[in-house]
């Protein structure tokens, strides 16, 4: 199965930002409910920003609430996540997916943490380190 492809990861100074781009395959394109997760070392994988296409309505993790953007480019079927006022603790590997289900009984982040439990086509993902 073709996997997405997560981009933008680098190494930055804590207050700094960046813009992580992952590009959806097309089979996607029928998802109304995707976002970024990430996961630390030694950690579980996480959602941070979901996006529920229907509507435009977005969720976030409160640990990124007010610093971390989610946004769709639907003609590219690619998925942004603007990071800004990065701190140490969101040093992690960044993920995106999409659920093709569309039988969620929500989309945002709650059931995107127990959906990311089940979910096995994770992307190569894309490394963001903050120092201090």
């Known amino acids: 199965q073709v996997k997405a492809v997560e981009s933008g990861g680098g190494s930055v100074q804590a207050g700094g930002s960046l813009r992580l781009s992952c590009v959806l395959p097309l089979y996607t394109d029928s998802s109304n409910c995707m976002g970024w997760f990430r996961q630390a070392p030694g950690k579980e994988r996480e959602p941070v920003a979901i996006i529920y296409t229907t509507d435009g309505s977005t969720y976030y993790a409160d640990s990124v609430k007010g610093r971390f953007t989610i946004s769709k480019e639907n003609a590219k079927n690619t998925l942004y996540l603007q990071m800004n006022s990065l701190k140490p603790e969101d040093t992690a590997v960044y993920y995106c997916?999409?659920?093709?289900?569309?039988?969620?009984?929500?989309?945002?982040?709650?059931?995107?943490?127990?959906?990311?439990?089940?979910?096995?086509?994770w992307g190569q993902g894309t490394q963001v380190t903050v120092s201090s």
């Open positions: 997916a999409a659920d093709l289900s569309r039988v969620l009984p929500r989309c945002d982040i709650e059931t995107m943490t127990y959906w990311a439990l089940g979910y096995t086509y």
